[in-house]
Structure formats: C-alpha cells, structure tokens
C-alpha cells in the first residue's frame, strides 16, 4: 500500500491510536446509530468542518434542528451525544450536519452521446459500463484476477451486480441505458462482488474485448494505494460527469443506503470527498458527481495532475435536492482484499507450469488446529464415542477441504464437524449437487431418502458460504466437498432457512458476515446433540439438539469462544409434518456445552466469554441477540429465542 505524499493544512492528522479507536469505534457501533432513521451516516472529520477544526465524530441527519424541536420531526429520532467516549480514556467531540445520500447510479437522464457512453474497444477506465439488464455506471479500472490473473473490470455491486443480479452475470459496454444491443456489447461476466461494511464493490471478468489500462482524461495507470487523510486532494473519471476534482471531508465513515428491495439498507463503510476550494477546479454546474459515475476511481492529484495513486471506489454522492456537494468512496484496500485482485498484470506462468495447476488435485488436509495462530484444537471424545466414530487411516476424523467431520457409525450422521472461516477470501461460487462419500460405503451414511416430501432440509453443518474461501479452485473444492452426506444433517426449514427467518441460518450469516466485514479468521465446530430419546422417523433418530462454538482471536491477541446451542425440544405427535414446538436458542458456557455433547471443550474454558460479563469480548454476544431479534437476559448472559409460530418472530 502506498502512502502518498500530500499533507494536509489544516491542524495535525489523528495519531495512530486515535485514528485506530476511531475506525474500530465506527465499525463497531456505527449500526447502532444508523438505525435512528434520521441518522444518514457517521463518520470521523473536524468539527464545524473547519480546515483547522478539532477531530471529530461527524453525523449527518436528515433533518437538523433544535434540541427542542426533535419531537415535532415526522420521524422518531434521538438527541446525540455531544461527546463519545471511543476507547478507554480516549473521548471526542461530536458533530452534526444535514445531508442525504444516494447511490450515484440511480436513474440516469438521457444526455448527448460521446467516447464515454459508446462501445470502446479497448476498454477503458471511465466510460460507460453495467449489468446487462440494468441501468449504467463507470468501469473504474482495469485490474487483475488475484487466482487467475485473467484481466477485469473493477466497479461497483450496484453496477455490475445489482439487486436483481447473480454471479456469473452478463456485464456489457456500454451500460444497458447508453446501448441496449447486449448481445453486441459483452465485455465480461460477473466474478466476484461484495456489498458491505467493507464496501461497494464487484469483479467482471472480461472477454471478448481488448482493454487499455490508461484512465480517460487522467493519462494514468493505477498502481498502488492511499491510506487517505483528511484534506487529501483527489480527481475522479466518471461516465456521466467527466473529470471532477476534491478533496477529503471525513474518514471512517458509515452510511447506510437502500440497495433495493432484494438487499434492503446495507451499511457501507467508506470516506467523504467535498468540492475542492480551489476555484479553478470546482465544476461548472457545481456538482461533485451525478447519476452513472459509481464505479469511477478517485486518484489523488497533485495540483490538477492526477497521479498512479488510488485513493477509493466512487459508490454514492448527496440526494439531488442537497446543496451541500458531497460524494462516498470506498477505501481500495478493502475493495481489493474483498475482491482479491491486482493492479498490475501477473507474471505469466509457463505453459509446463499452468498445465500441473490445472491438473493437480488440492490436498484436502482438512480443519486447521492452528488457522489462529493460537491452539483451537477439535473437542475430546470418549472411549465410546472414538469407537464409533469412522476411521480415516488411523484417524477418527474425515478431512475434506477446509474441514473435518467426526463421523458416527451408529447414528449415521455427523457427531461433530469443525472447520474454518477467513473472511478476507471469501469467493462466491456455484452451488452443487448432494451426494455420498464413495470412499465409506454407502451404510455409513444417510441420504436423501431421509429428506424427500417431508420438511426436513438437508442441512449443512459446515455451511457452503463459510468453506468457499482461498483460490478460486481451492473454494470450489471446498463447496463441492460441502456436500457430501458426511456433512449433512435434518434440520427442518423454519429454523435452517435464514431467508424463512430461521435462527440457525441468521446465526450462520451473522457468524459469515461478521468475519467478513472485519476480515478476521474464524473456527467453527457444531454438530448435533445425539440423545438417546431423540424420535425415530424413517428409521433414523432425529437430533433435538444443535449445537455450536466460534472461537477467534481477540484485538488482545487472546483466543475468545461463543457456544450456542438450538434446542428443539418437542416433536409432535405427526412426524410427517415434522414441526417443533416450541424451539429456542441458547447461549451457553464451554463448561454447559460439554456436558450436553459428553466431549471434553477444555482447551476452550480459559476462552468462554460468558465467564467474563466484563470482557469487551460480550459485546458480541449482545450483536449475536440483537441480531436474532432476541432479549438478552440476566441467567449468565443467556440469550433465549423462544418461537411458538413463524409469524410470531420478528426481526
């Protein structure tokens, strides 16, 4: 990442712990304040936006008015602190400003034609571009597959995915409202993308077309990566308003935006860019941006000159009826961990060298103890429970990619599986197809003639999303080998299915999400609780009880763990209807969770952060249970859901 050599005027910069209590403080309780819904965004600048004003939490709002005159707002709001104690001993000011954002893809309005929004072949950063179906944003640049090193286009999600968008998508140029003639058009399909705390941001892998790394009206080649700062001078290519010159307003910021009726309000994290003081350089029509320049890069410049220098993704600008001149970027070396690619084109591989790679199997070695860096070993068994569980040599754990499963021979399911997350290599891959394991014979295993007209799902204990991580091979792999029976166990659709408002699948995307947005490693272990009482149907015991432990590092260094456990504790008396009655989920202590599994979890005791309730580390289970739309009680921090009808849970 390269640092650029711009300073700033104004009073000094934050310190390095200032502005690291500042981005861990943003990215921790942004949400909470966003949720207020005339809270537009948070984030970190100077007070009264002065150049030489004092390092401030900055709000925006919708509406700003008097203390007093809070209540007669049409919509329910709260007073903000006039200060926020950000880290132990560390308090700052705050500030507030009216403003409104929006996407800056929106509807775009009909203009003149020019090289900007017809087909150029080569491509080129900052022309027209987006998905084949949707309106039209910018190719921001073009960069390199990180696993590949296939050359692609670099833009936003809300261009090149969009809210009715898939991976593997059609991306065309120019953009579907400059020229409808897709078929004509094709330029790539959809990689890659993420819409998050992280970013805006999405990968087309490009075909068919030549491209010119060179951005139009810029004459530069992005290559390397600001850590911006306030006052840092930038310039953006945008479709739609052509060069555009700023500066930075505030860091660390948090906004949330509707990304339409499949994705609903996202928080995005990023920084704010202002028009420039610079009265030679301030646009004509005195706007920063307008609809179809997301996707453009913002370059730091030196004067009017840009340079090779990135400073962030262009994904939003102020509402059209502000005059406060304001546009959002996203920081690229999130961007770029997210989407896992480079500027400069790879070394090409021999053709010796690229023939081995695509031919070699990837090892499945299976869960990592160590993928930590601190011990996170798999739980003790028994005597009895070694004895049932299905060899692998010598081994009485099965590796596949990315993870392992304990597999009983008595009950034909998993005992337990663990495996690992790193949520800054997340790939978004294709789904497959159910199967068995040919290497154990097909006794050993329960099928799908346990799932079939009933509404049983055939749930992933290590989920899919979790495993797809690595090179593109190495996570295709992984979600092959994620279902396989072996892995597999019934869990019925109102609690598996998150999009059903399930518990156990809000956990799993809360638990994906939450490595992700902060680019941290996880290791995960689950499995159901086999009781002895547990129903027979079809001729297989049905699992009561699942259960789960997240262990990961803390900012301390120290390994933390969370275990929860889902109980369904009645079947009723029509098992094919299969509905549980009531069910609930717990948080529970590493001490609890061995007793109700009868394995040994004491390498995690000295972790649990329900033995702390003054450990930072409980923050999290607070997310965990705001999150499931549960209350969090006071038996020990236990978070209880408890749901007599689906209708009944609101989240």
Request: glycine letters at 8%; one cysteine or more.
């Amino acid at each position: 990442m390269a640092k650029k050599t711009s300073k700033s005027k104004g009073n000094t910069q934050p310190d390095a712990n200032l502005k690291e209590a500042l981005r861990r403080y943003v990215r921790t309780n942004g949400h909470k304040f966003l949720k207020d819904p005339n809270v537009t965004s948070i984030g970190v600048g100077r007070k009264n936006g002065a150049p030489d004003g004092e390092i401030s939490l900055v709000f925006t709002v919708g509406q700003k008015v008097e203390t007093s005159q809070l209540e007669s707002l049409e919509v329910r709001t709260k007073l903000l602190p006039e200060e926020i104690e950000i880290a132990p001993g560390i308090t700052v000011k705050t500030d507030v400003e009216e403003r409104r954002y929006e996407q800056s893809h929106s509807v775009v309005q009909p203009q003149s034609l020019n090289d900007r929004k017809t087909r150029q072949d080569p491509l080129k950063p900052g022309i027209s571009v987006g998905q084949f179906e949707r309106s039209a944003g910018t190719l921001g640049a073009i960069v390199f597959d990180e696993d590949s090193g296939a050359p692609c286009i670099l833009s936003n999600w809300h261009v090149l995915h969009t809210d009715a968008g898939d991976i593997g998508d059609q991306t065309v140029q120019p953009g579907h409202f400059d020229d409808n003639n897709t078929s004509g058009n094709d330029a790539g399909l959809l990689l890659r993308s993420h819409l998050g705390a992280a970013g805006d941001c999405a990968l087309s892998r490009i075909r068919s077309r030549g491209f010119d790394r060179t951005i139009l009206g810029l004459g530069v080649k992005p290559s390397r990566m600001a850590d911006v700062e306030l006052d840092d001078p930038v310039v953006k290519s945008g479709r739609t308003s052509g060069l555009t010159f700023g500066v930075v307003r505030r860091i660390e910021v948090m906004v949330n935006l509707f990304f339409g009726p499949n994705a609903g309000f996202v928080d995005v994290g990023g920084f704010e860019i202002g028009l420039t003081p610079e009265a030679a350089l301030r646009p004509a029509d005195g706007e920063i941006s307008r609809p179809g320049d997301s996707g453009s890069l913002w370059m730091i410049r030196e004067g009017r000159d840009a340079t090779d220098i990135v400073a962030g993704l262009h994904f939003a600008g102020e509402t059209a009826d502000s005059d406060d001149e304001h546009a959002l970027a996203c920081y690229p070396l999130s961007v770029q961990k997210k989407l896992r690619f480079t500027f400069d084109p790879p070394a090409s591989p021999s053709a010796n060298e690229d023939e081995a790679a695509t031919e070699a199997e990837i090892p499945r070695s299976g869960y990592d103890t160590d993928f930590l860096g601190l011990a996170a070993p798999m739980p003790e068994m028994t005597l009895s429970q070694k004895r049932d569980a299905v060899n692998f040599g010598r081994a009485q754990v099965i590796p596949y990619t990315h993870f392992s499963v304990c597999l009983s021979e008595k009950r034909r399911l998993a005992r337990f599986v663990a495996w690992n997350v790193d949520g800054a290599r997340k790939v978004v891959v294709g789904e497959s197809s159910f199967r068995l394991d040919q290497r154990y014979d097909a006794s050993l295993q329960t099928d799908n003639s346990l799932y079939s007209d009933n509404k049983l799902d055939r749930g992933h204990i290590a989920r899919r999303a979790d495993l797809a991580w690595g090179s593109i091979p190495e996570a295709r792999q992984a979600s092959w080998d994620s279902y396989f029976y072996t892995n597999i166990a019934p869990q019925h659709e109102r609690y598996n299915r998150s999009n059903r408002a399930g518990v156990w699948g809000k956990l799993e995307n809360l638990i994906l999400q939450q490595a992700a947005d902060q680019d941290i490693r996880c290791s995960v272990i689950a499995g159901p609780i086999f009781g002895e009482d547990d129903p027979v149907y079809r001729g297989v015991p049905i699992p009561r009880d699942y259960w789960k432990l997240i262990a990961y590092r803390s900012a301390q260094g120290e390994l933390k763990a969370s275990c929860f456990v889902l109980s369904q504790n009645t079947l009723l008396s029509d098992i094919e209807t299969l509905d549980f009655d009531p069910f609930r989920m717990f948080q529970v202590s590493v001490a609890d969770l061995a007793e109700r599994t009868g394995m040994g979890f004491g390498a995690y005791a000295a972790a649990d952060v329900l033995a702390s309730p003054t450990d930072a580390a409980c923050g999290a289970s607070e997310r965990v249970a705001e999150a499931l739309g549960s209350s969090r009680n006071n038996l020990g921090g236990v978070i209880s859901v408890e749901i007599m009808e689906e209708e009944d849970l609101i989240f």
